[in-house]
């Protein structure tokens, strides 16, 4: 206890006077100090507590550690300190910060062409990616700082968790004190959470470059941690044929579930993916840092029974001081511009527990408005307190040293003058019973009206406010002059006052006046050069200016919507039963094109297709004469809906990444491509390498969640591909080092991938034959993500889709397949298939590729917009697919193609975007055509679907009507009349209010396509850094 | 799957010429009359002739009307049931300056500097280009091409698509100046999270550029005017017939903004102005029509560039121009895709067109804004013999069928790179 108490002093002196700097471990230089640390705080009121408060209370202080709290009177020998007008809180907890660790090098902002980096330099344990600093314990780097520390302790913040904010996985945080003295005294834990995020910082390493590429990491890293944990020290292994290395990464994420985590999130969206992903791996002690978007997906982020910490940084106000500018703004970012100060409390009534950061603000002083100001949107201020005291404090495991005023509780005290909920201000904040002060805590107070007699006139001079907002007038009859030149130092006041302008004299009376007690002492120094003293009382104090005007900012014109943007719908979309009449039913199966039809669909199903059926009661009625009716268009091909980066364009082969872990339900083309009538998409990773990622299968379900994207139980599909994408043709001059940069070199890697696939099933199967007592001195093989996906393929679980286009590569591909065992299902792409059409046909690979597409590149110098016809000639099942959310509107004007060039039927054409593609989705028998039993997804169109002249005018999937063409008008009107409301708001509002505080907007993806190859991962957070770069630390 | 009929004669044509593009003989010179007989004629300016017949003589139109007779040694060709239309016009794209977009040898569109109003598209403009004859056999026998770059990009050439040289296809070298405008848009993208006010701050600065190049370009033909340059400066040299208005001005502009911008640079300067591109075009259709300042509409099929637009705004803007009276041209700024042209007329016309706007929207439209209306773009006695045969409405995938061309009289093959590979690989034998 006694070195406690010498550090506390030695802090608050500021180390000004020397022998005193001692530690616990080191002997002591020159006289010991032994100063009492006794305090008591008398006549305050008391937050013991969230919810629980006590009045004219008392605390007691004792060698930093509150001894007692209660409404007796102070002890002798205490030190009393009166709070008398204030409140005191338990010290703040930020629970996210970087605090007293050096900041990461700056990463250097993405730019295209930059030099591709596939290493990373190993030293000791490292890891062997960049991106990963898990053995960081930066309890072992902290160093507190005094000027960072102030910037925490000025908004009542007395405790951080703290970790260097660098890389997807960022070493075990730090949780220390914000108060002065030795870093060792000051750590309060010094294994504290892992600090984790997508974001790979400053690792200049290709490897991850998209979201799916960070997500595939994360979960190789956390698989490889429960095998380092197995196996490292057994010296018998499998495949390795050597002992499992040193890598202190993985050790230290071995005991990951005992220290738990904080993942960085960005938006709701992230919330969702980041729970599933540490659910695979049923890591539940785990905090997420919050983005300010979760009010938008609230119900499903509530579901996750997560923790958050929470930024109250807010967003700045679109720019719509320009008429013209108007143009680029976008009804999503001035609904969060509004919100964003309501997302806590949506988040409170929802239930979801959170604490709160300082964290994302562009300066800390911004911290209590901004909470102030979720408190006037709906935030209890009980809640408020819990997520700055109690919640924290139990998240970091110290619920019973830390968030509460109580005995026993370290002394850490936030004293406010007034309810710091409502206007109240920081006046000090005490750390383990050191001071830190800001501002008096008894002001003088000057304000009243005293009589003031000027050579025989007698005046009023009027005072009011205190503190640094104490101001004045001298008043003469009806007229009054506002006092200048005023300042106040402790009790001493000293002004100006303009004589002339007061008609009370002419020149300017200086004032110089003394407070005591009720009385002004006051030397008075005349325009003449004459002196006067004069006592003035204070005659009334005037009643204080009530600040409570309805603040009608609180008050909500926006929608949040299912996607929360323009075009959003204001329910999730339910199921109906319908009966469409007299329609002309394109089935694309066997029943061919049947003129005045009906269609009855039940539960979601075709129930029946015939002519005059009778209505079954409660079914919605669609006369459809004129109208044809198909099945829902479905794309093999697209990009749409993918958040980061559609490659993983790095390494050649990058199977282990999943595009089904990066959906963006949010995207505006899943709506646009309802509007042409698709349905249904094959979400597939680029083109960058041979061997690139897996597929998902989507439907277009407009308003739903990531995984209500998924189509459900469709069999896993992966992309490969071929050409002058893979082989780098057409990347520049930094991309010439990573093989394969031939067609012949891309044979190769694929085989070697298969082998090494084949060698790690095989070693995998040998350990699995071991006897129990074999197992136990045996490294385990380690589970490699990327290579049991080509597992699956070789056990045709896994279907292939390869992007292709000339001829030679196709035979290779087919051929290379045939000699290692796996099968090529769908050549996409494959403008060249006309030329091997045979070939493929014998191998059993479908074809599906563009409508008239050709001369963009030397390898679609052949393509021919015959080539569908040609391939079905042949007996190729053949599909046209759009690779573009532009060419997904119109689908059935690419099919029409084929009617056009070389004379394919229409109802041929027609299955090239329906039954064809699903067979090669390999989901027909759930959808693809119009077919009693299959699922209801279908497009009502006004006119022949393959005619130029038709438009899609509903599109229903599911038996849910996703689009129609009239809502569409009526949303279109609505999105401008809420804009133009919320632009109005804006004009209104302060300019407090328009400006941000370090909060973000969302921002649209680009349109993605198969070549879009770049760190993407570094361009989204690198551009996105210099908008915290004045956040300390 | 069955062949159309069309490709069926096509392919006995191919059988009888070597199947290679540069084989391909441009048409020769009309030498006797030619007379088409009971088409359904499209003439663009006067309506639709049911069962009419059309005269071709020395390369113009000689008469068009219901039973004509045939001149002395005319070819008679029936048209029974099939529809003629005046050869298709496409504006502004790079038709025969780009073979093959990524490999950077074959494309010779765009130039290195800002200030570029002294060079002509047509200068590199390959004849022999595989492209060409595939837009050709979409109804297509005009093309305005136009250098791509920076700012002052250059000046556009109208070529005729069937000839041996860029000299014998040209039939106006420097039709007017093409510009790209400055960018208005203060949205950042999606790696570049600059702030709206940097964004409105370096948009200024290249404007303000732009504006200084029309400064000096007009102080060089100020003083020229008045005899006082002292030497040749090609490039402001270039700009005089457009501060004469003898040339009009090609502004690539899609936002509002850019369009109110470049408004203004034509008012002050009186200059005539053509914009090119268009997307915001409907927003301020009223002023463009009382301006008379045409518009090149190059996104028939645009995706909303914005969050908040509509899905169906590009789709429904050529009906918009039409409806407020603003002169307007359909056109995809491209090059191999310059075929589907067609087609983008085609849905324009189930968003809101007649048929006869949607034809002159790529033909005469395209004419007057190319300033050859007095020539080319309609079928009007007089004008050049420039005709398309499609079997049904040459607007719908579903009747679309180009199945002759004449180019000032000249009957074109119809034959193409894409056809050729068909033909040949539809005889490879079955494995």
Same mark, same amino acid.
């Given at each position: 206890?006694?070195?406690?108490?010498?550090?506390? @002093?030695?802090?608050?002196?500021?180390?000004?006077?020397?022998?005193?700097?001692?530690?616990?471990?080191?002997? &002591?230089?020159?006289?010991?100090?032994?100063?009492?640390?006794?305090?008591?705080?008398?006549?305050?009121?008391?937050?013991?507590?969230?919810? #629980?408060?006590?009045?004219?209370?008392?605390?007691?202080?004792?060698?930093?550690?509150?001894?007692?709290?209660?409404?007796?009177?102070?002890?002798?020998?205490?030190?009393?300190?009166?709070?008398?007008?204030?409140?005191?809180?338990?010290?703040?907890?930020?629970?996210?910060?970087?605090?007293?660790?050096?900041?990461?090098?700056?990463?250097?902002?993405?730019?295209?062409?930059?030099?591709?980096?596939?290493?990373?330099?190993?030293?000791?344990?490292?890891?062997?990616?960049?991106?990963?600093?898990?053995?960081?314990?930066?309890?072992?780097?902290?160093?507190?700082?005094?000027?960072?520390?102030?910037?925490?302790?000025?908004?009542?913040?007395?405790?951080?968790?703290?970790?260097?904010?660098?890389?997807?996985?960022?070493?075990?945080?730090?949780?220390?004190?914000?108060?002065?003295?030795?870093?060792?005294?000051?750590?309060?834990?010094?294994?504290?959470?892992?600090?984790?995020?997508?974001? #790979?910082?400053?690792?200049?390493?290709?490897?991850?470059?998209? $979201?799916?590429?960070?997500?595939?990491?994360?979960?190789?890293?956390?698989?490889?941690?429960?095998?380092?944990?197995?196996?490292?020290?057994?010296?018998?292994?499998?495949?390795?044929?050597?002992?499992?290395?040193?890598?202190?990464?993985?050790?230290?994420?071995?005991?990951?579930?005992?220290?738990? &985590?904080?993942?960085?999130?960005?938006?709701?969206?992230?919330?969702?993916?980041?729970?599933?992903?540490?659910?695979?791996?049923?890591?539940?002690?785990?905090?997420?840092?919050?983005?300010?978007?979760?009010?938008?997906?609230?119900?499903?982020?509530?579901?996750?029974?997560?923790?958050?910490?929470?930024?109250?940084?807010?967003?700045?106000?679109?720019?719509?001081?320009?008429?013209?500018?108007?143009?680029?703004?976008? &009804?999503?970012?001035?609904?969060?511009?509004?919100?964003?100060?309501?997302?806590?409390?949506?988040?409170?009534?929802?239930?979801?527990?959170?604490?709160?950061?300082?964290?994302?603000?562009?300066?800390?002083?911004?911290?209590?408005?901004?909470?102030?100001?979720? !408190?006037?949107?709906?935030?209890?201020?009980?809640?408020?307190?819990?997520? &700055?005291?109690?919640?924290?404090?139990?998240?970091?495991?110290?619920?019973?040293?830390?968030?509460? !005023?109580?005995?026993?509780?370290?002394?850490?005290?936030?004293?406010?003058?007034?309810? $710091?909920?409502?206007?109240?201000?920081?006046?000090?904040?005490?750390?383990?019973?050191?001071?830190?002060?800001?501002?008096?805590?008894?002001?003088?107070?000057?304000?009243?009206?005293?009589?003031?007699?000027?050579?025989?006139?007698?005046?009023?001079?009027?005072?009011?406010?205190?503190?640094?907002?104490?101001?004045?007038?001298?008043?003469?009859?009806?007229?009054?002059?506002?006092?200048?030149?005023?300042?106040?130092?402790?009790?001493?006041?000293?002004?100006?006052?303009?004589?002339?302008?007061?008609?009370?004299?002419?020149?300017?009376?200086?004032?110089?006046?003394?407070?005591?007690?009720?009385?002004?002492?006051?030397?008075? $120094?005349?325009?003449?050069?004459?002196?006067?003293?004069?006592?003035?009382?204070?005659?009334?104090?005037?009643?204080?200016?009530?600040?409570?005007?309805?603040?009608?900012?609180?008050?909500?014109?926006?929608?949040?919507?299912?996607?929360?943007?323009?075009?959003?719908?204001?329910?999730?979309?339910?199921?109906?039963?319908?009966?469409? #009449?007299?329609?002309?039913?394109?089935?694309?199966?066997?029943?061919?094109?049947?003129?005045?039809?009906?269609?009855?669909?039940?539960?979601?199903?075709?129930?029946?297709?015939?002519?005059?059926?009778?209505?079954?009661?409660?079914?919605?009625?669609?006369?459809?004469?004129?109208?044809?009716?198909?099945?829902?268009?479905?794309?093999?091909?697209?990009?749409?809906?993918?958040?980061?980066?559609?490659?993983?364009?790095?390494?050649?082969?990058?199977?282990?990444?999943?595009?089904?872990?990066?959906?963006?339900?949010?995207?505006?083309?899943?709506?646009?491509?309802?509007?042409?009538?698709?349905?249904?998409?094959?979400?597939?990773?680029?083109?960058?390498?041979?061997?690139?990622?897996?597929?998902?299968?989507?439907?277009?379900?407009?308003?739903?969640?990531?995984?209500?994207?998924?189509?459900?139980?469709?069999?896993?599909?992966?992309?490969?591909?071929?050409?002058?994408?893979?082989?780098?043709?057409?990347?520049?001059?930094?991309?010439?080092?990573?093989?394969?940069?031939?067609?012949?070199?891309?044979?190769?890697?694929?085989?070697?991938?298969?082998?090494?696939?084949?060698?790690?099933?095989?070693?995998?199967?040998?350990?699995?034959?071991?006897?129990?007592?074999?197992?136990?001195?045996?490294?385990?093989?380690?589970?490699?993500?990327?290579?049991?996906?080509?597992?699956?393929?070789?056990?045709?679980?896994?279907?292939?889709?390869?992007?292709?286009?000339?001829?030679?590569?196709? @035979?290779?591909?087919?051929?290379?397949?045939?000699?290692?065992?796996? #099968?090529?299902?769908?050549?996409?792409?494959?403008?060249?298939?006309?030329?091997?059409?045979?070939?493929?046909?014998?191998?059993?690979?479908?074809?599906?590729?563009?409508?008239?597409?050709?001369?963009?590149?030397?390898? !679609?110098?052949?393509?021919?917009?015959?080539?569908?016809?040609?391939?079905?000639?042949?007996?190729?099942?053949?599909?046209?697919?759009?690779?573009?959310?532009?060419?997904?509107?119109?689908?059935?004007?690419?099919?029409?193609?084929?009617?056009?060039?070389?004379?394919?039927?229409?109802?041929?054409?027609?299955?090239?975007?329906?039954?064809?593609?699903?067979?090669? @989705?390999?989901?027909?028998?759930?959808?693809?055509?119009?077919?009693?039993?299959?699922?209801?997804?279908?497009? @009502?169109?006004?006119?022949?679907?393959?005619?130029?002249?038709?438009?899609?005018?509903?599109?229903?999937?599911?038996?849910?009507?996703?689009?129609?063409?009239?809502?569409?008008?009526?949303?279109?009107?609505?999105?401008?009349?809420?804009?133009?409301?919320?632009?109005?708001?804006?004009?209104?509002?302060?300019?407090?209010?328009?400006?941000?505080?370090?909060?973000?907007?969302?921002?649209?993806?680009?349109?993605?396509?198969?070549?879009?190859?770049?760190?993407?991962?570094?361009?989204?957070?690198?551009?996105?850094?210099?908008?915290?770069?004045?956040?300390?630390? | 799957?069955? /062949?159309?009929?069309?490709?069926?004669?096509?392919?006995?044509?191919?059988?009888?010429?070597?199947? /290679?593009?540069?084989?391909?003989?441009?048409?020769?010179?009309?030498?006797?009359?030619?007379?088409?007989?009971?088409?359904?004629?499209?003439?663009?300016?006067?309506?639709?002739?049911?069962?009419?017949?059309?005269? +071709?003589?020395?390369?113009?139109?000689?008469? +068009?009307?219901?039973?004509?007779?045939?001149?002395?040694?005319?070819?008679?060709?029936? /048209?029974?049931?099939?529809?003629?239309?005046?050869?298709?016009?496409?504006?502004?794209?790079?038709?025969?300056?780009?073979?093959?977009?990524?490999?950077?040898?074959?494309?010779?569109?765009?130039?290195?500097?800002?200030?570029?109003?002294?060079?002509?598209?047509?200068?590199?403009?390959?004849?022999?280009?595989?492209?060409?004859?595939?837009?050709?056999?979409?109804?297509?026998?005009?093309?305005?091409?136009?250098?791509?770059?920076?700012?002052?990009?250059?000046?556009?050439?109208?070529?005729?698509?069937?000839?041996?040289?860029?000299?014998?296809?040209?039939?106006?070298?420097?039709?007017?100046? *093409?510009?790209?405008?400055?960018?208005?848009?203060?949205?950042?993208?999606?790696?570049?999270?600059? =702030?709206?006010?940097? +964004?409105? =701050?370096?948009?200024?600065?290249?404007?303000?550029?732009?504006?200084?190049?029309?400064?000096?370009?007009?102080?060089?033909?100020?003083?020229?005017?008045?005899?006082?340059?002292?030497?040749?400066?090609?490039?402001?040299?270039?700009?005089?017939?457009?501060?004469?208005?003898?040339?009009?001005?090609?502004?690539?502009?899609?936002?509002?903004?850019?369009?109110?911008?470049?408004?203004?640079?034509?008012?002050?300067?009186?200059?005539?102005?053509?914009?090119?591109?268009?997307?915001?075009?409907?927003? +301020?259709?009223?002023?463009?029509?009382?301006?008379?300042?045409?518009?090149?509409?190059?996104?028939?099929?645009?995706?909303?560039?914005?969050?908040?637009?509509?899905?169906?705004?590009?789709?429904?803007?050529?009906?918009? /121009?039409?409806?407020?009276?603003?002169?307007?041209?359909?056109?995809?700024?491209?090059?191999?895709?310059?075929?589907?042209?067609?087609?983008?007329?085609?849905?324009?016309?189930?968003?809101?067109?007649?048929?006869?706007?949607?034809?002159?929207?790529?033909?005469?439209?395209?004419?007057?804004?190319?300033?050859?209306?007095?020539?080319?773009?309609?079928?009007?006695?007089?004008?050049?013999?420039?005709?398309?045969?499609?079997?049904?409405?040459?607007?719908?995938?579903?009747?679309?069928?180009?199945?002759?061309?004449?180019?000032?009289?000249?009957?074109?093959?119809?034959?193409?790179?894409?056809?050729?590979?068909? *033909?040949?690989?539809?005889?490879?034998?079955?494995?």
């Amino acid at each position: 206890m006694n070195s406690f108490r010498l550090s506390v @002093l030695s802090a608050a002196m500021v180390l000004s006077i020397a022998p005193v700097a001692a530690d616990q471990t080191r002997p &002591l230089q020159g006289i010991r100090d032994k100063t009492p640390n006794l305090l008591a705080f008398v006549n305050a009121t008391v937050h013991t507590e969230p919810g #629980k408060k006590i009045d004219n209370a008392t605390v007691l202080v004792e060698d930093g550690r509150i001894t007692a709290v209660s409404t007796a009177a102070a002890p002798a020998g205490y030190r009393r300190i009166d709070a008398s007008g204030h409140h005191i809180y338990a010290g703040f907890i930020d629970a996210y910060s970087g605090y007293g660790v050096e900041k990461a090098p700056e990463a250097k902002a993405f730019s295209f062409g930059d030099d591709p980096v596939y290493q990373n330099e190993r030293k000791g344990g490292n890891a062997s990616n960049a991106a990963i600093h898990a053995e960081r314990q930066w309890a072992h780097d902290f160093v507190p700082v005094a000027d960072d520390a102030k910037g925490y302790t000025e908004q009542g913040f007395t405790v951080v968790q703290s970790a260097r904010q660098d890389g997807i996985f960022r070493g075990q945080a730090v949780v220390a004190s914000l108060g002065k003295g030795l870093p060792g005294e000051l750590i309060l834990k010094a294994e504290g959470a892992h600090f984790m995020a997508f974001d #790979k910082g400053s690792s200049k390493q290709s490897y991850p470059s998209s $979201l799916m590429g960070s997500i595939a990491l994360i979960r190789q890293t956390l698989s490889d941690a429960n095998w380092y944990r197995d196996a490292y020290g057994k010296q018998d292994t499998l495949i390795s044929q050597q002992p499992v290395e040193f890598n202190a990464a993985l050790a230290a994420l071995a005991k990951l579930p005992q220290a738990g &985590l904080v993942f960085e999130t960005t938006d709701d969206r992230a919330v969702l993916r980041v729970d599933s992903l540490l659910k695979e791996f049923n890591l539940q002690n785990a905090v997420l840092l919050g983005s300010g978007f979760e009010y938008s997906r609230v119900n499903e982020i509530k579901n996750t029974g997560r923790s958050f910490i929470m930024p109250v940084a807010y967003p700045e106000a679109p720019a719509v001081a320009s008429i013209d500018d108007q143009l680029d703004v976008n &009804l999503a970012q001035l609904r969060h511009w509004e919100r964003a100060p309501a997302n806590l409390a949506a988040m409170a009534n929802a239930g979801i527990p959170f604490a709160l950061t300082t964290h994302a603000l562009e300066k800390k002083d911004q911290f209590w408005p901004n909470l102030r100001k979720a !408190v006037s949107h709906g935030l209890a201020a009980d809640k408020a307190l819990a997520a &700055l005291t109690t919640v924290p404090a139990a998240m970091l495991g110290l619920p019973e040293q830390l968030g509460k !005023v109580a005995p026993g509780y370290q002394a850490d005290l936030v004293i406010a003058k007034g309810d $710091l909920f409502k206007d109240g201000e920081i006046v000090a904040t005490w750390i383990r019973g050191q001071e830190h002060q800001f501002k008096p805590l008894q002001q003088p107070q000057f304000a009243g009206l005293y009589n003031l007699n000027l050579q025989g006139q007698a005046l009023k001079l009027e005072l009011t406010g205190e503190g640094s907002k104490l101001e004045g007038k001298l008043i003469n009859g009806d007229k009054n002059v506002a006092l200048k030149n005023l300042s106040q130092n402790d009790n001493k006041l000293q002004f100006t006052a303009d004589l002339t302008e007061a008609a009370a004299g002419s020149g300017v009376l200086q004032v110089s006046a003394t407070l005591d007690g009720a009385l002004l002492s006051a030397q008075l $120094l005349l325009p003449s050069g004459s002196r006067q003293q004069q006592m003035l009382s204070k005659e009334s104090v005037p009643a204080k200016a009530s600040d409570n005007k309805a603040d009608s900012d609180t008050q909500l014109l926006s929608k949040v919507t299912y996607p929360n943007r323009a075009f959003g719908l204001d329910a999730p979309l339910t199921r109906k039963n319908v009966h469409i #009449k007299n329609a002309t039913v394109w089935t694309s199966d066997k029943a061919g094109k049947l003129e005045n039809t009906d269609v009855i669909v039940k539960d979601g199903k075709f129930s029946a297709i015939g002519q005059n059926l009778s209505t079954p009661s409660g079914y919605q009625v669609i006369d459809a004469t004129g109208m044809h009716l198909t099945a829902g268009i479905i794309d093999e091909h697209s990009h749409i809906a993918i958040e980061m980066g559609v490659n993983e364009g790095s390494d050649a082969v990058t199977s282990e990444v999943q595009i089904g872990d990066v959906l963006d339900p949010d995207d505006i083309n899943i709506y646009r491509g309802l509007a042409g009538g698709t349905t249904t998409a094959q979400l597939l990773h680029g083109s960058a390498n041979p061997i690139g990622g897996q597929a998902q299968i989507i439907q277009l379900r407009w308003g739903v969640t990531p995984e209500g994207l998924k189509f459900k139980d469709a069999p896993p599909s992966i992309k490969f591909a071929l050409g002058e994408n893979v082989k780098q043709a057409n990347w520049g001059e930094a991309f010439t080092s990573r093989y394969p940069q031939t067609r012949i070199g891309v044979e190769t890697i694929i085989r070697d991938a298969f082998q090494a696939a084949k060698e790690y099933k095989a070693a995998w199967a040998a350990y699995d034959n071991l006897s129990r007592s074999e197992k136990k001195v045996t490294a385990p093989p380690r589970k490699d993500y990327r290579l049991q996906t080509l597992v699956e393929i070789l056990d045709k679980q896994r279907f292939v889709h390869t992007h292709s286009y000339v001829a030679s590569e196709i @035979l290779m591909l087919i051929d290379l397949a045939d000699e290692v065992g796996f #099968k090529v299902h769908t050549f996409t792409h494959i403008l060249e298939g006309y030329k091997v059409a045979d070939e493929m046909k014998k191998h059993g690979a479908s074809a599906s590729t563009f409508a008239d597409w050709w001369a963009y590149k030397m390898e !679609v110098q052949d393509a021919i917009p015959s080539n569908t016809c040609l391939m079905a000639d042949r007996g190729v099942l053949v599909s046209v697919n759009s690779d573009s959310p532009d060419l997904q509107r119109r689908l059935n004007q690419e099919a029409a193609k084929s009617v056009k060039y070389c004379g394919m039927s229409q109802e041929e054409a027609l299955k090239m975007v329906t039954i064809n593609p699903a067979i090669q @989705l390999n989901i027909q028998d759930k959808v693809g055509s119009v077919t009693e039993g299959k699922q209801a997804d279908f497009v @009502l169109w006004n006119a022949n679907p393959l005619s130029v002249y038709a438009q899609a005018q509903q599109t229903w999937i599911d038996g849910v009507p996703y689009y129609d063409i009239n809502r569409d008008a009526q949303l279109q009107q609505q999105v401008l009349a809420e804009k133009q409301q919320l632009m109005q708001k804006v004009l209104g509002a302060s300019d407090a209010a328009r400006k941000g505080s370090g909060g973000t907007h969302k921002t649209n993806e680009p349109i993605w396509h198969c070549e879009d190859n770049g760190d993407w991962l570094k361009a989204r957070f690198s551009g996105g850094q210099h908008l915290h770069s004045h956040a300390a630390l | 799957m069955n /062949l159309n009929k069309s490709l069926i004669s096509l392919l006995i044509a191919a059988a009888v010429s070597p199947a /290679l593009a540069h084989d391909i003989v441009p048409g020769a010179k009309q030498t006797a009359p030619v007379l088409l007989t009971d088409a359904t004629i499209h003439t663009a300016t006067k309506g639709v002739l049911e069962n009419a017949d059309l005269l +071709m003589v020395d390369g113009k139109i000689a008469a +068009m009307g219901v039973d004509l007779a045939a001149p002395e040694g005319a070819k008679v060709v029936s /048209l029974q049931g099939k529809h003629l239309y005046p050869g298709l016009i496409a504006l502004a794209n790079q038709l025969g300056l780009i073979e093959i977009e990524a490999v950077r040898a074959t494309d010779d569109t765009s130039e290195v500097t800002d200030t570029n109003p002294d060079i002509r598209a047509r200068i590199a403009y390959n004849a022999d280009s595989e492209v060409i004859p595939t837009v050709r056999s979409n109804g297509f026998s005009y093309s305005l091409v136009y250098p791509k770059g920076r700012a002052l990009m250059g000046q556009s050439s109208l070529m005729q698509l069937d000839a041996w040289t860029w000299q014998d296809a040209t039939v106006t070298d420097a039709v007017g100046l *093409h510009i790209n405008w400055p960018s208005t848009s203060t949205v950042a993208n999606w790696w570049n999270h600059k =702030k709206p006010e940097e +964004m409105a =701050k370096e948009n200024a600065k290249a404007l303000q550029k732009l504006k200084d190049y029309f400064v000096q370009a007009k102080a060089y033909a100020d003083a020229e005017a008045a005899g006082l340059n002292k030497g040749v400066d090609s490039r402001w040299q270039a700009m005089i017939p457009v501060f004469k208005g003898q040339r009009p001005l090609f502004v690539h502009a899609d936002d509002l903004r850019q369009i109110k911008q470049a408004m203004e640079l034509a008012k002050q300067y009186q200059l005539k102005l053509v914009i090119v591109g268009g997307r915001d075009s409907w927003r +301020m259709a009223n002023e463009l029509a009382a301006a008379n300042v045409a518009v090149v509409f190059t996104a028939p099929y645009g995706i909303p560039e914005r969050d908040d637009e509509a899905n169906n705004t590009a789709f429904q803007t050529p009906a918009l /121009l039409q409806k407020a009276g603003v002169k307007f041209a359909l056109s995809l700024d491209g090059y191999w895709d310059t075929r589907n042209v067609v087609f983008g007329a085609g849905q324009a016309i189930s968003y809101g067109l007649t048929r006869e706007q949607a034809l002159a929207a790529v033909t005469i439209n395209a004419a007057q804004i190319a300033g050859v209306a007095d020539k080319i773009g309609s079928l009007e006695v007089g004008k050049a013999a420039t005709v398309v045969v499609s079997d049904g409405d040459i607007f719908d995938y579903l009747t679309h069928k180009v199945s002759a061309m004449w180019i000032d009289g000249r009957e074109v093959t119809l034959n193409d790179r894409n056809k050729q590979l068909h *033909h040949k690989y539809s005889q490879k034998p079955a494995i």
